[in-house]
């Protein structure tokens, strides 16, 4: 099956400007997760879909960050202004529950922000 | 804010050593434990899941579940330069998953 789709892969920005990331989920997976990942650190839930609801967005700063899943498929992370901190790498991964009837997190290959 | 609590490392170990990572979680209600390796520049890639007490071998890889100590780890045997990576535990609960700061391994030739 194919993976979990993001674009663009690379992306630098000055401070104060806009970014959108986009992410396209394993096929048939109803649950969709944005992460931040800053360098030396693990990834930061910031926000989880199921379907195209919002489930957890506790620790998405929404002045400033805002994402959707319109249809219930793919979803879109956009970031305005963007602040130096910003600079990451955003995951975005999506799952389903396995034959065990466990959940496993699949990974798309990231997106990488740089903010000047 | 679920806690999940990896020593950060580095950690060294000769080729063909055993590494052995450790993991805390704060959340007695999880269900499922996961290792995820990730190279540099690269995203996380699961290697383990683990649901039970006791423990599961793939390979060179033995996780490791204790949930009366709430407490989760991963070997590697005859560990190999290929092993070197940051290694991330992570704990799920519900549809939800938490995640480590991740422990640091070089395996040296």
């Known amino acids: 099956e194919a993976g979990v789709a993001q674009s663009p892969r690379y992306k630098i920005i000055e401070k104060r400007q806009s970014v959108a990331f986009w992410c396209n989920p394993i096929?048939?997976?109803?649950?969709l997760y944005w992460y931040q990942q800053i360098l030396g650190q693990g990834p930061k839930l910031l926000i989880q879909?199921?379907?195209?609801?919002?489930?957890?967005d506790s620790q998405l700063p929404k002045d400033r960050f805002s994402a959707e899943r319109l249809k219930g498929v793919d979803s879109t992370l956009k970031i305005q202004p963007a602040k130096l901190e910003d600079s990451a790498v955003y995951l975005c991964a999506s799952s389903a529950p396995t034959v065990s009837g466990a959940n496993v997190l699949t990974f798309g290959a990231g997106s990488r922000l740089t903010v000047l | 804010q679920k806690e999940v609590e990896q020593n950060s490392g580095p950690l060294s170990v000769p080729e063909g050593a055993i590494a052995s990572l450790n993991c805390t979680y704060s959340d007695r209600v999880s269900q499922s434990f996961f290792w995820y390796r990730q190279y540099s520049g690269k995203s996380p890639e699961l290697i383990m899941s683990i649901y039970s007490n006791g423990d599961k071998e793939d390979g060179r890889f033995t996780a490791q579940l204790n949930k009366a100590s709430q407490y989760v780890s991963l070997l590697i045997r005859d560990s190999q330069p290929s092993d070197s990576a940051t290694y991330l535990c992570?704990?799920?609960?519900?549809?939800?998953?938490?995640f480590g700061t991740g422990t640091s391994l070089t395996v040296i030739p």
């Open positions: 096929s048939g997976h109803a649950t």
């Open positions: 992570a704990v799920n609960t519900g549809n939800q998953f938490y």
């Open positions: 879909f199921q379907n195209n609801g919002v489930v957890d």
